[in-house]
């Protein structure tokens, strides 16, 4: 079974800027899109980025688009969310996952599997 493992969260300032990465146990990005979500305390898991497909762009959440890139390195089997200019409300445990092809578009939970144990980003003003 394929694991995802999230790491680099961490407490900032507001402003700053954070490089979460997704490790995957297996090729599992080779046949699917990742993605990233977020989750804050007392509130439902939303959807952050998902990688781009053909000749799509990168969907990014309108809370976070020209904030955040989702990158990834093939060679590390690696993908990346890159958080720039942070603010408070970004605090959440940021998850990993991934979609399938035929499921590009959809930002809803459900659509992505399997899920990393996330990350905790603490952003303070």
């Known amino acids: 079974q394929v694991q995802l493992v999230e790491s680099g969260g961490g407490f900032v300032q507001a402003g700053d800027s954070v490089r979460l990465s997704c490790a995957a146990s297996?090729?599992?990005?080779?046949?699917?899109?990742p993605g990233w979500f977020r989750q804050a305390p007392g509130k439902e898991r939303e959807f952050v980025a998902v990688?781009?497909?053909?000749?799509?762009?990168?969907l990014y959440a309108d809370s976070v688009k020209g904030r955040f890139t989702i990158s990834r390195d093939d060679a590390k089997n690696t993908v990346y969310l890159q958080m720039n200019s942070l603010k408070p409300e970004d605090t959440a445990l940021y998850f990993c996952?991934?979609?399938?092809?035929?499921?590009?578009?959809?930002?809803?939970?459900?659509?992505?599997?399997?899920w990393g144990q996330g990350t905790q980003v603490t952003v303070s003003s």
């Open positions: 996952t991934t979609t399938s092809f035929s499921k590009f578009g959809s930002t809803a939970a459900r659509d992505f599997g399997p």
């Open positions: 297996g090729r599992i990005f080779d046949d699917s899109l």
């Open positions: 990688e781009g497909w053909r000749d799509s762009s990168p």
